[in-house]
């Protein structure tokens, strides 16, 4: 057995793994990273974020040429290679996991290959084939992240698979269902259903992206609805593999309904059963999340833990500014993980994205809000792309004027979430938005209008 002794060591290489080593190596301590797999970066480089936005580039893309036709351009129906789309997924993100490791490099960040689990306090060891190497550290921090959710119900059978396999794009079925109207499976849907399958999506819930307000997600629903079928309300009751067919029983119906493949996007369960953290004394829940106090600290004051495995939101970065607050507390600096706004995207078309409070939080919490929302309809910008079915919303205190939270569907919300984030980080009234000068015509000028309209400077839309 080989031993290592050190002053971090961090348990997982994902966005909040490779944060925190980064960071502590940074402040001068001396960090071991350990990762299972062969290349750093995590669910997010390799298997999530990334490769799923690469490929829904390539959905955008096929989309908008068919889209050009309206404008009086057209392309023709457009094709593909599946063996070249997959390549260029593939270097997007091989490019960023080979930039990580070259990061880790250039800090002296010692990477350890293999399966890690605690074997006290202060050891863990890592497993790598014959090999394992014991590591001594004084501070650990947890960042192995989550695993897909599986229904105990689903068979066995290479036609099922999850966000993992459906990333992989080994071929494209005629018929997909996608169980889980989440963000996950709708980025998926989005990505299929360019490619060419008839896409179904099952949600349980009575809306899809149950926790964005509804008005928002009645935008993608409505802008969608020649694209997905989509069954709300609906439980999937059983699942059978069939020579010919994945046979499909809804609550909705009394028949079974036949699809070719069958992507399982129900959610992230976290990895904190499967670490032995309870020989370091670290408790973790009946779920498998991990407590963390402010400093990200758990119950054993010298280990930390950050990302997936603390809990929701499951997002990236999340994931990484708890690294970077972990990693500091560590080197002693003050520093607490107190955000006031973290925000969500899905990069559907339209996009979905919110910040802060939501309007059904606010309902939930017994919060005294108002609301103004500026329509892409009377968007210079978004009409001129053709793409005026968006909408920005501002949720906001009547008294104090305090910006509470906020909300975009549209093309690129995502990017124009960013400043809204800002806002609420800073504290910013509406007016504050309001007098702020966005540029015209562009699709930000939404979010200073959409204050405007709060505040009275202007009282009608063109
Ligand atoms: P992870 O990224 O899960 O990394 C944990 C790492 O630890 C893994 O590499 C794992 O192999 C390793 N590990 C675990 N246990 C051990 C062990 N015992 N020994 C050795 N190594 C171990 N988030 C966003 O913010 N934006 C997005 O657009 C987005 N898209 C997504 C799309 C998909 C399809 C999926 C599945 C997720 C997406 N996410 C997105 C979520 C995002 O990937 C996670 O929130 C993020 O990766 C969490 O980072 P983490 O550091 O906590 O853990």
Redesign the pocket.
């Known amino acids: 057995m080989n031993s290592l002794t050190t002053q971090v060591v961090v348990?997982?290489?994902?966005?909040?793994?490779?944060?925190a080593a980064f960071r502590a190596a940074d402040l001068g301590l001396d960090v071991i990273m350990?990762?299972?797999?062969s290349t750093?970066?995590?669910?997010?480089?390799?298997?999530?974020?990334?490769?799923?936005?690469a490929l829904l580039h390539v959905a955008e893309v096929i989309n908008e040429s068919k889209h050009a036709e309206h404008l009086g351009v057209s392309f023709g129906p457009a094709t593909y290679e599946l063996d070249k789309v997959r390549a260029y997924k593939d270097s997007v993100v091989g490019k960023l996991t080979g930039g990580v490791s070259g990061m880790a490099k250039g800090r002296k960040v010692q990477i350890v290959?293999?399966?890690?689990?605690f074997t006290d306090d202060r050891h863990i060891q890592?497993v790598n084939g014959n090999e394992t190497t014991l590591i001594q550290f004084e501070h650990a921090i947890i960042?192995?992240?989550?695993?897909?959710v599986k229904l105990p119900f689903i068979p066995e059978d290479p036609r099922i698979f999850?966000?993992?396999g459906?990333?992989e794009l080994k071929s494209v079925p005629a018929r997909l269902l996608v169980i889980g109207g989440g963000?996950?499976g709708l980025?998926?849907a989005t990505v299929y259903e360019a490619l060419g399958s008839k896409v179904t999506v099952v949600e349980f819930a009575d809306q899809v992206i149950p926790a964005a307000d509804k008005d928002l997600v009645s935008v993608f629903t409505r802008y969608n609805k020649d694209k997905f079928e989509l069954l709300l309300s609906t439980k999937v009751e059983a699942v059978t593999a069939k020579p010919d067919a994945i046979s499909v029983k809804f609550s909705s119906a009394t028949e079974e309904r036949s699809f070719d493949a069958v992507l399982v996007?129900v959610g992230?369960t976290p990895?904190g059963k499967?670490?032995a953290a309870e020989k370091a004394g670290v408790n973790v829940d009946e779920r498998g999340f991990i407590a963390v106090n402010k400093y990200l600290q758990t119950n054993v004051p010298h280990i930390f833990a950050?990302?997936?495995?603390?809990g929701q939101?499951?997002?990236?970065?999340?994931?990484?500014h708890?690294?970077h607050a972990a990693a500091e507390v560590i080197a002693g600096h003050k520093h607490e993980f107190v955000p006031l706004a973290i925000p969500s995207?899905a990069?559907t078309s339209p996009e979905i994205a919110w910040v802060g409070l939501t309007e059904k939080e606010a309902q939930q919490r017994g919060i005294n809000y108002k609301t103004a929302v500026y329509p892409w309809s009377a968007s210079g910008r978004a009409l001129s792309a053709d793409r005026s079915e968006g909408k920005t919303k501002l949720i906001y205190d009547p008294v104090t004027d305090r910006l509470l939270g906020a909300g975009i569907v549209g093309i690129h919300a995502g990017e124009l979430l960013g400043e809204l984030t800002l806002a609420l980080e800073f504290n910013a009234s509406v007016e504050d938005v309001a007098l702020t000068i966005h540029a015209h015509p562009t699709l930000h000028e939404t979010v200073g209008l959409a204050a405007e309209l709060a505040g009275g400077t202007i009282t009608d839309l063109p």
Do not use: F, W
């Open positions: 348990l997982g290489s994902g966005p909040g793994g490779y944060s350990i990762e299972q797999y750093l970066g995590g669910v997010c480089l390799n298997v999530g974020c990334i490769p799923s936005k290959h293999g399966y890690g689990s890592v960042a192995a992240g989550s695993s897909s999850d966000s993992t459906a990333l963000i996950i980025e998926m996007a992230r990895n499967k670490i950050i990302g997936d495995i603390v939101p499951m997002l990236a970065h999340k994931a990484s708890e690294g995207i990069y």
